[in-house]
T-cell receptor
Framework: AQSVTQLDSQVPVFEEAPVELRCNYSSSVSVYLFWYVQYPNQGLQLLLK??????LVESINGFEAEFNKSQTSFHLRKPSVHISDTAEYFCAVRNQAGTALIFGKGTTLSVSS | NAGVTQTPKFQVLKTGQSMTLQCAQD?????MYWYRQDPGMGLRLIYY???????DKGEVPNGYNVSRLNKREFSLRLESAAPSQTSVYFC????????????FGPGTRLTVL
């Protein structure tokens, strides 16, 4: 069965520091991977996704993620975080049947000054 | 274009009471989903509807029923609420079952006493 493991439940960092949120997946079929962000008291929003092609995908607000097939990982990175990046981040993989997404348990990113 | 809307935003029930959570999307999406979000558990799929007229169980369907009323609306019903159903419920929709972006509603925070 497919699964997603987010290796850190909480990541505290200082403003302008780099950050990496780790995500590993298990899947035996073609992989479609997603990162969603949830700001406090809001729904989830798509941050970025990997469908095919270049293994490095970027978001409009400076995040990037790299699909690594050999390590079955899709880690999310940002070279310099802002206070406004404080949120919960979810990694997800499309299920084998193509009918739904399987989410990880989430990583809370807390950025302080 | 409101996207995905959910009502109510908040609800408090007593054990044994029933209620229906409403969800509607105006993006002409085919597939709709109900998730619950609990601390440390991520999002878990309750039910989904791949297309109008069809519904399928997800990971945690027990205690819930759904109705795909038409292409726009997908409701979630708790027939006899239990404290274990205290959670935040999210509705989501997607154009098709493939790797398209899944859009989320703002959530319903339900407390069962």
């Amino acid at each position: 069965a497919q699964s997603v493991t987010q290796l850190d439940s909480q990541v505290p960092v200082f403003e302008e520091a780099p950050v990496e949120l780790r995500c590993n997946y298990s899947s035996s079929v073609s992989v479609y991977l997603f990162w969603y962000v949830q700001y406090p008291n809001q729904g989830l929003q798509l941050l970025l996704k990997y469908l095919s092609g270049s293994t490095l995908v970027e978001s409009i607000n400076g995040f990037e993620a790299e699909f690594n097939k050999s390590q079955t990982s899709f880690h999310l990175r940002k070279p310099s975080v802002h206070i406004s990046d404080t949120a919960e981040y979810f990694c997800a993989v499309r299920n084998q049947a193509g009918t739904a997404l399987i989410f990880g348990k989430g990583t809370t990113l807390s950025v302080s000054s | 274009n409101a996207g995905v809307t959910q009502t109510p935003k908040f609800q408090v029930l007593k054990t044994g009471q029933s209620m229906t959570l409403q969800c509607a999307q105006d993006m002409n999406h085919n597939s709709m989903y109900w998730y619950r979000q609990d601390p440390g558990m991520g999002l878990r799929l309750i039910y989904y509807s791949a297309s109008e007229g069809t519904t399928d169980k997800g990971e945690v369907p027990n205690g819930y029923n759904v109705s795909r009323l038409n292409k726009r609306e997908f409701s979630l019903r708790l027939e006899s609420a239990a404290p274990s159903q205290t959670s935040v419920y999210f509705c989501a929709s997607i154009l098709a079952g493939g790797p398209d972006t899944q859009y989320f509603g703002p959530g319903t925070r339900l407390t069962v006493l």
